[in-house]
């Protein structure tokens, strides 16, 4: 029982999408349909306010909120990976996902009429490669391991670097960590 | 009105507003109907009620069918809706299937010369309350849209399909009948209904404007944002104050003959539906997704 994970280091990130064409190029996907966006945000009040760039995929939520509420099954968790995958076979393009995914990391695909996200690339990853965006990430920023395990490196690294999940309040149990 | 592109929220657009829209009034007429019944309400009002209820509920349910996407070209799919009782998606396809065997036969049986039993009837206004408790239920389980995650949304959608219901069934019911029917004894569930829905819908808009970030934005959209007009035009004004206005001025004499001469009953029923039409709008519309950060 595996758990994969991902770990994002801000200070590492140069902001450059590479990971994002990455996955596009990998996939086959439109411009805009992406895994993975760069994402950009105010935090704080004036004075101290600062703006913030994120790369934002499918968190691979442990308690995911896109699986509660899809009425098709077609999104569901594979527990031998802990990854969210999809059954594209089964999606009907309801998009209540997509309402219910609180980091914004499902994109509806126009042409198929379903509903994808970031697949953590399982199937490169079974070949013993590493996901796309990973590999292709030019300031190693980031990391992909498998959480389950506290000595792989990406379990070592969060922990030292004290990386941090997205609302974690939520309870949703997110499987991609940040250094900011 | 702000076109879909105004929408704060664009995930769902115009098909699933008048989905909920639909949905509520059909579910509300037929709770009407059955209220009506047990009351021994005026026989045509009570049959719009019950008529009207499949077809809206149908319609609406057919324009959300349309708005899926791949469902759209994989008919067969949509069998899979079935299928994930832990969402409330599957949950409402269940209720709503069963809703409109029931109130297909519970309305137009008798037309075929099927006559079903009484609890029949019962057991539809049932489903009718499951119906719209449901679509309100859909939407608030969404943690991601804290103008949605709101315990207070379900009541405020129950409240104002009923009284669209109601307004629904009365409109149908003067229509057919050329203005010849006494619905003075609803006044009373009327007036009840407007203030219950503006007393939960002032209180549901507070915790909206003292909420998190995102909630907060959504109450500004709709107070003073693109969705204003929708709100105090449409909501407010249409749907609450001037049906409030007719009552007020119905209860004394002189105005009393006026206000209940058909063209303003059917008026105010108008204002009623226009009302629960731009709710459904503004909630759906609002629904600004949380901050990452
Ligand atoms: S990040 Fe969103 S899409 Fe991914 S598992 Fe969590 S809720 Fe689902
Ligand atoms: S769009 Fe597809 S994956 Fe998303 S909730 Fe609907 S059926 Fe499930």
């Given at each position: 029982?595996?758990?994969?994970?991902?770990?994002?280091?801000?200070?590492?990130?140069?902001?450059?999408?590479?990971?994002?064409?990455?996955?596009?190029?990998?996939?086959?996907?439109?411009?805009?349909?992406?895994?993975?966006h760069l994402r950009s945000f105010e935090t704080g009040r004036?004075?101290?306010v600062q703006r913030i760039t994120l790369p934002v995929q499918c968190m691979h939520c442990q308690e995911p909120p896109c699986v509660q509420v899809?009425?098709?099954?077609?999104?569901?968790?594979?527990?031998?990976?802990?990854?969210v995958?999809?059954?594209?076979?089964?999606?009907?393009?309801?998009r209540y996902c997509m309402t219910a995914c609180p980091y914004g990391a499902r994109q509806f695909?126009?042409?198929?009429?379903?509903v994808?996200k970031c697949?953590?690339?399982?199937?490169?990853?079974?070949?013993?490669?590493?996901?796309?965006?990973?590999?292709?990430?030019?300031?190693?920023?980031?990391?992909?391991?498998?959480?389950?395990?506290?000595?792989?490196?990406?379990?070592?690294?969060?922990?030292?670097?004290?990386?941090v999940p997205l609302h974690p309040e939520l309870g949703t149990q997110p499987s991609v960590f940040y250094?900011f | 009105?702000?076109?879909?592109?105004?929408l704060a929220q664009s995930t769902w657009?115009?098909?699933?507003?008048?989905?909920?829209?639909?949905?509520?009034?059909?579910?509300?007429?037929?709770?009407?109907?059955?209220?009506?019944?047990?009351?021994?309400?005026?026989?045509?009002?009570?049959?719009?009620?019950?008529?009207?209820?499949?077809?809206?509920?149908?319609?609406?349910?057919?324009?959300?069918?349309?708005?899926?996407?791949?469902?759209?070209?994989?008919?067969?799919?949509?069998?899979?809706?079935?299928?994930?009782?832990?969402?409330v998606?599957?949950?409402?396809?269940?209720?709503?299937?069963?809703?409109?065997?029931?109130?297909?036969?519970?309305?137009?049986?008798?037309?075929?010369?099927?006559?079903?039993?009484?609890?029949?009837?019962?057991?539809?206004?049932?489903?009718?309350?499951?119906?719209?408790?449901?679509?309100g239920v859909l939407l608030g389980v969404v943690q991601a849209i804290p103008f949605w995650n709101n315990a207070l949304l379900?009541?405020?959608?129950?409240?104002?399909?009923?009284?669209?219901?109601?307004?629904?069934?009365?409109?149908?019911?003067?229509?057919?009948?050329?203005?010849?029917?006494?619905?003075?004894?609803?006044?009373?569930?009327?007036?009840?209904?407007?203030?219950?829905?503006?007393?939960?819908?002032?209180?549901y808009l507070y915790f909206a404007a003292h909420g998190p970030e995102a909630a907060r934005l959504s109450y500004r959209l709709v107070?003073?944002g693109?969705l204003?007009?929708?709100?105090?035009?449409?909501?407010?004004?249409?749907?609450?104050?001037?049906?409030?206005?007719?009552?007020?001025?119905?209860?004394?004499?002189?105005?009393?003959?006026?206000?209940?001469?058909?063209?303003?009953?059917?008026?105010?029923?108008?204002?009623?539906?226009?009302?629960?039409?731009?709710?459904?709008?503004l909630v759906v519309g609002a629904g600004v997704p949380m901050r990452l950060l």
């Amino acid at each position: 029982m595996a758990r994969y994970g991902m770990l994002i280091d801000l200070t590492l990130c140069a902001q450059c999408s590479a990971c994002t064409v990455a996955c596009e190029a990998l996939y086959g996907l439109p411009a805009g349909e992406s895994g993975v966006h760069l994402r950009s945000f105010e935090t704080g009040r004036f004075p101290a306010v600062q703006r913030i760039t994120l790369p934002v995929q499918c968190m691979h939520c442990q308690e995911p909120p896109c699986v509660q509420v899809c009425p098709t099954g077609a999104t569901y968790r594979d527990p031998a990976t802990g990854t969210v995958q999809m059954d594209y076979e089964r999606c009907v393009g309801c998009r209540y996902c997509m309402t219910a995914c609180p980091y914004g990391a499902r994109q509806f695909d126009e042409a198929q009429g379903t509903v994808a996200k970031c697949v953590f690339c399982t199937s490169r990853v079974e070949q013993g490669l590493q996901p796309a965006c990973v590999e292709t990430c030019i300031g190693q920023a980031r990391l992909f391991g498998n959480l389950g395990d506290p000595t792989s490196e990406v379990s070592r690294a969060i922990a030292e670097r004290k990386a941090v999940p997205l609302h974690p309040e939520l309870g949703t149990q997110p499987s991609v960590f940040y250094v900011f | 009105m702000p076109d879909a592109q105004g929408l704060a929220q664009s995930t769902w657009g115009w098909p699933v507003i008048v989905y909920l829209f639909l949905a509520g009034v059909g579910a509300g007429a037929c709770l009407f109907a059955w209220w009506a019944e047990r009351r021994q309400g005026p026989e045509s009002l009570v049959t719009a009620g019950r008529r009207l209820a499949a077809p809206l509920v149908a319609a609406g349910t057919l324009l959300l069918v349309f708005d899926l996407g791949a469902g759209r070209m994989h008919p067969l799919r949509i069998l899979g809706l079935y299928s994930h009782p832990a969402s409330v998606m599957t949950l409402g396809t269940w209720i709503l299937s069963i809703f409109l065997v029931l109130s297909v036969v519970d309305g137009y049986g008798p037309l075929a010369g099927l006559r079903p039993p009484r609890w029949w009837a019962g057991l539809t206004a049932l489903f009718a309350l499951g119906v719209a408790l449901y679509t309100g239920v859909l939407l608030g389980v969404v943690q991601a849209i804290p103008f949605w995650n709101n315990a207070l949304l379900p009541v405020l959608f129950v409240l104002s399909a009923a009284s669209a219901g109601m307004s629904a069934a009365s409109l149908t019911a003067l229509l057919v009948e050329r203005g010849r029917v006494e619905l003075e004894g609803f006044r009373d569930l009327h007036r009840a209904l407007l203030v219950a829905e503006a007393a939960v819908l002032a209180l549901y808009l507070y915790f909206a404007a003292h909420g998190p970030e995102a909630a907060r934005l959504s109450y500004r959209l709709v107070v003073a944002g693109p969705l204003a007009p929708a709100f105090w035009l449409g909501l407010v004004g249409a749907g609450l104050a001037l049906p409030a206005l007719f009552e007020l001025l119905a209860a004394p004499r002189l105005w009393a003959r006026v206000l209940t001469r058909p063209a303003w009953l059917g008026l105010e029923a108008g204002l009623v539906l226009v009302g629960g039409l731009c709710l459904r709008l503004l909630v759906v519309g609002a629904g600004v997704p949380m901050r990452l950060l």
